[in-house]
């Protein structure tokens, strides 16, 4: 019987993963290290590059019969590079189906790349890195001061062995298990001492007898990305329209819309509501966010509406899908502007109406609107 303990807080705590039962390991399941150095006479499969996985541009698959066979069966279908980038990306906050996707293959297939404990030999993953193309190590670098260790051994006598996962939990995936967890044998399971609950005595002062109102959505998201301090950016993503409101709905927004949003209002000196100038991202900032967007869209799935106006659309059919955003509330504030739904399609928003003018609405919202209207292209039929 095995030993599990609570799952640990993900990578973002906006989407903790569900904790699955662990099933126990047989002594023999447990393959030998592979020495230094080693090269697996797996398949050639197709790496993608980190353009590729900025683009979401899923690599060639590799076909079934061009892997190499080892006793009459196919052997993994992940190279010695590719499992190490699965394991890298892990790290990273993928999910299995998501690594999966990238390869061509199960998300079975990249769940047992992760966990590297079935492999014959075991992969050493502190060489992923050394496996990979460096770019990786920049834009993907080791979480938590090591190299990625997904897997320890841990080594409890002469005849018993255990392994432990030791990567950060990852969020939205269905195959995601045995988050750091010990399995072992021989080994009764023990149950966790509760904690002490303290009692709020009346000598305490007044602020620590009430909760502080938890963080925002946002919050949770900024304090959830690695290496860099995007928290202190709170009050200006909030100034430039990105917020807990719309934070999903931005997430699921098209690569290169979402790189043109950050280029133009987060990136270096943007301009502000008021016109003026203000400090944004560093470029290494802004690689983040862009990062930790794509892997937040992966948690919240699609959008129950297409993200773009139909053709023909009124004004306030218009507002009322920008982008997934509902903007129907600044529909008289466009209207008073001299707009309607046919100038709104045709004509840049932010060049006819200075921003100072358009009252409420936010520089976000203003480029969603610039960005639907050349999507949706000219329309003359379009309505007021």
């Known amino acids: 019987m095995g030993i599990r303990t609570p799952s640990v807080t993900s990578l973002n705590p906006l989407f903790p993963a569900s904790p699955t039962p662990a099933m126990p390991l047989r002594q023999d399941d447990l393959e030998e290290l592979a020495p230094p150095g080693y090269e697996s006479d797996t398949s050639d499969t ?50 299995n189906p998501a690594l999966g996707a990238v390869f061509g293959v199960s998300g079975e297939t990249a769940r047992r790349a992760v966990r590297n404990v079935l492999y014959s030999p075991r992969d050493r993953v502190e060489e992923d890195y050394d496996r990979v193309d460096p770019e990786f190590r920049v834009l993907y670098p080791p979480v938590g001061g090591s190299n990625n ?22 969020e939205g995936d269905d195959d995601a298990e045995d988050d750091e967890e010990i399995q072992c044998l021989g080994i009764k399971r023990r149950g966790q001492k509760p904690q002490p609950l303290q009692a709020i005595t009346g000598n305490q002062d007044s602020d620590t007898q009430h909760q502080r109102p938890p963080p925002s959505r946002l919050a949770l998201f900024l ?26 709905t931005v997430a699921l927004w098209p690569a290169d819309a979402i790189q043109h949003m950050i280029e133009v209002l987060l990136l270096g000196t943007p301009p502000a509501r008021d016109g003026r100038r203000v400090n944004g991202l560093t470029a290494t900032e802004a690689v983040w966010l862009e990062v930790e967007l794509r892997r937040l869209r ?19 059919q218009f507002l009322r899908n920008v982008l997934g955003l509902d903007l129907s509330c600044h529909h008289d504030l466009i209207v008073s502007q001299g707009l309607d739904g046919h100038s709104i399609r045709t004509l840049c928003l ?7 003018k358009l009252g409420d609405m936010t520089p976000l919202e203003v480029l969603a609107v610039e960005i639907a209207r050349i999507w949706c292209g000219n329309d003359n039929g379009a309505k007021s």
């Open 298 to 316: 992966r948690s919240v799935g699609g959008l129950a509406q297409p993200m773009s106006p139909p053709s023909g659309a009124t004004l306030r």
């Open 46 to 95: 197709a790496l993608p590059t980190c353009e590729d996985l900025r683009l979401d541009r899923p690599v060639a698959r590799t076909p079934r019969s061009a892997h190499a066979r080892r006793n009459g069966r196919p052997v993994k279908a992940l190279n010695r590079p590719a499992r190490a980038i699965c394991r890298i990306l892990a790290a990273h906050g993928w999910s």
């Open 223 to 248: 304090q959830s990305v690695p290496d860099v301090n995007l928290s202190q950016h709170l009050p200006f993503l909030e100034s430039q329209g990105l917020n807990s409101a719309n934070l999903h």
């Open 149 to 170: 260790g997904l897997t320890a051994v841990l080594q409890i006598g002469p005849n018993l062995r255990a392994y432990r996962r030791t990567d950060p939990a990852v």
């Open 350 to 356: 932010a060049e006819v109406v200075p921003l100072s």
